[in-house]
């Protein structure tokens, strides 16, 4: 009876839930957030008590707010328990992160947007869209949106694309080639979630076969995305 051949046992990698850096030395700046993360760096010195921060999702308005929360000692406000977190401020500045995700708490928002007025504190907003796409219905808490400063975040360029990728490769202490990194920035959507999902599939894929992330691996990741498969067969 002939020998069968049989495949070497694969390298099955554990999810170990590679944080995402969110200081502010780890904020990867171009011209596509150049704005934003100045006005996080000037504060307390705002044009407005409230600032909304509006990009599409995957922009980097997470990390901004992170840095602006430590920065600030804010309270991270649920969206949709403003108004239980009202009490517990004393005077605090407030973060409520992807405020418009779900329907707003138009009530919850014109107390608390109220009760950081009143403090002489701040509070910082951020959205995937303008306070005017997110139709308030409530006329007070509409009028205090548009004394509001907005500030956007736009889809990352080559540089911002660039670095976030390199970071994070770093952030799962993976090496990877300069080249590597330059044909995803040209190959891949333009926004920072896709970014999130390549890294995640390729340091996956080169795990569990236990080889380098090269420029054809790739290739393959990029193009097995790009049609749609949710799972690879490798």
Not at 100 to 106: F, N, S, V
Not at 162 to 190: N, S
Request: net charge negative.
């Amino acid at each position: 009876m002939a020998d069968q051949k049989t495949e070497p046992p694969r390298q099955l990698p554990l999810d170990l839930g590679h944080g995402t850096g969110y200081s502010r030395d780890e904020l990867v700046v171009s011209a596509t957030n150049r704005e934003a993360v100045a006005l996080v760096d000037r504060w307390p010195d705002w044009p407005s008590p409230v600032i909304v921060l509006a990009g599409p999702a995957g922009s980097g308005k997470t990390h901004l707010g992170s840095i602006w929360q430590t920065r600030a000692n804010a309270v991270a406000v649920d969206a949709l328990r403003i108004g239980n977190a009202i009490a517990g401020l004393g005077g605090r500045p407030a973060l409520i992160d992807d405020v418009d995700k779900t329907a707003i708490d138009e009530a919850g928002l014109f107390h608390l947007i109220n009760d950081v007025r009143g403090a002489g504190s701040t509070l910082l907003l951020t959205a995937r869209r303008f306070p005017a796409a997110w139709g308030v219905k409530l006329p007070d808490l509409a009028s205090r949106l548009k004394a509001a400063a907005t500030v956007e975040i736009h889809e990352p360029d080559d540089l911002l694309l660039a670095g976030v990728i390199t970071k994070l490769f770093a952030d799962r202490q993976v090496e990877v080639e300069q080249h590597v990194v330059q044909y995803l920035v040209r190959r891949i959507e333009r926004s920072l979630a896709t970014a999130m999902r390549v890294v995640e599939r390729l340091d996956r894929t080169a795990l569990e076969r236990k080889t380098p992330i090269t420029r054809s691996l790739a290739a393959e990741i990029v193009s097995a995305m790009d049609e749609g498969q949710g799972e690879f067969e490798i």
